[in-house]
Structures are given as C-alpha cells and as structure tokens.
C-alpha cells in the first residue's frame, strides 16, 4: 500500500475495528501470549501459531517507519500526479494493457472494472509487481504494531488475518512477506482485504496476491465491484469515484488514479 495511502487508510479505519482481548505494551512476550490464544480461539491451528510466532521479537524499524508517517500530506494534485504518472509508467502500463487484455477482459467481465483503472492501481502500487513489495515478515510486523497500543486493535484484528492467509494455504509463512504496515503482495493488500477481497481467479486453489498476476488483478477489481464500483464514468463526482473511497479515501489518490487510467487509453 502507498505511504500515503496507508496514512489515510488508518484515519478511516481507526473507529470501526473488532475489539480484541490482547492488552497492548507491557512485557513483549507475554504480549505474544495472548495473541496466540485470540489466534487460537478466532480458528487458527496451533502447529500455525507456533511457526508463525516462534522466535518472534519486536521490530523497531517499523515502530521509526510509524511515527515518521504520522505528518499532513500537503502537495497539490499536480505536484503529486507528477511525481507519480511519468511517461515511462505511461507506457510500459499500456504495453501491460496488451500483454494482460485477455486476462483483463475476463476481469472486466466478471467485476464490471476497466482494464484501464486495475492496471493503473497496479502500476501506482508496485510499478506492475515489478517495484517495491516490501521485504518485512508479515507477522513480525504486525505484532510490533499490535503490541504498540496506539492502534492495537487494527494491527490484532489484521495479525489474525495474515495468519488466517497461512492456515488457508494461500502464502507459505516464508512467502509472507509484506511492506511497514503489512501490506502484501503487487497491490499492497492489507491482511484483512486480502482475506475479504481476494480471489483465485488462475483456478488453483489459493489466492496468492505475491506471484499470480492472475489473483492480483482479479482480486483488486474485487475489492472495487464489492465497494459498489459498476460499468461507466469514474472521475471525481460519479459513483465510482466514490466506490473508490475503499481503495484510498484521500480525493488526491483516487484522482491520480483516474488520471493514470485516462492516460493509459489515450483520453
């Protein structure tokens, strides 16, 4: 997930999470003690909890990563749409619209989003699986996040999800590996999105948001047909602008990625 999609991510999601019973700070350990018994209560098999959490310590560069995210985000659309839709993205983005326009078109069919508006997600999120998908064991950074108690019951209810992605079979726990908020995959899925949203669109029987094309595409056209996304015009006053909002809530995203997605056909 993008920085700055992540820092209004958590403003909007801040109030709406489950209650979970771990108690933040304190002892670490005895922290991840609790959160073995919530995984094992919420469902998660204990040869799981005991992979995921063996050895497990806390990470203090994603505690730094955090608080330097903490600020106003305060460049204009033009100043940001610059630094981000180049001519290089531009183009490789479109020969992806060719590469990918069987896939895409199945995708369109089945969730009612353009071919133009996932590709341009993709592109803005991980430079089309080819950027940055994060390097950071997914659990070993959410329960650092969850241990601190400035947001505990976000980063328990998404430590429990991303161990729900293990037990399903989807990732590997050595596959699980994510950006400084946990965020996984070509385009950056939080835990509890991926378990919510994704799907198995090449047919073998896992979601797997890291390595299949196939399942990212699918997956993020998903997130958007389920937020209300339908077949017609999505720039900044439209329905579909809107249904946007559950993909990035700050206005600046949502118009960069109309933006991008016009470039990519020409308009």
Not at 26 to 48: H, I, K, L, P, R
Not at 76 to 94: D, L, M
Not at 161 to 172: E, F, S, W, Y
Request: hydrophobic letters at 45%; one cysteine or more; charged letters at 20%.
């Amino acid at each position: 997930m993008h920085i700055f999609r992540w820092a209004i991510f958590l403003g909007a999601v801040i109030f709406t999470t489950p209650t979970y019973a771990a108690r933040c700070g304190g002892d670490f350990n005895t922290f991840v003690s609790a959160m073995a018994a919530e995984a094992q209560a919420a469902g998660v098999s204990q040869a799981v909890i005991a992979q995921a959490f063996a050895g497990i310590t806390q990470d203090p560069a994603v505690l730094a990563f955090d608080r330097r995210q903490r600020g106003t985000f305060n460049k204009s659309f033009e100043q940001y749409v610059s630094t981000r839709v180049g001519a290089g993205r531009i183009n490789i983005g479109r020969q992806m619209l060719q590469r990918h326009a069987s896939l895409l078109s199945r995708v369109e069919q089945r969730f009612g989003v353009p071919p133009e508006i996932v590709v341009a997600i993709w592109g803005l999120e991980s430079d089309f699986g080819k950027g940055d998908i994060g390097k950071m064991p997914v659990i070993r950074t959410l329960m650092t996040m969850a241990h601190d108690c400035r947001r505990t019951e976000l980063f328990q209810g998404e430590l429990l999800a991303a161990l729900k992605i293990v037990q399903r079979g989807d990732l590997p726990l050595r596959d699980l590996i994510g950006a400084f908020a946990g965020e996984i995959g070509q385009t950056q899925f939080l835990p509890s999105s991926y378990i919510k949203y994704g799907v198995d669109f090449d047919g073998n029987g896992h979601v797997d948001l890291r390595h299949s094309v196939p399942d990212v595409l699918a997956s993020t056209a998903n997130l958007l047909h389920v937020s209300g996304f339908k077949a017609g015009p999505y720039g900044e006053g439209t329905a579909n602008f809107e249904a946007m909002r559950e993909w990035n809530r700050a206005t600046i995203y949502r118009k960069t990625i109309g933006y991008f997605a016009d470039r990519l056909v020409g308009r």
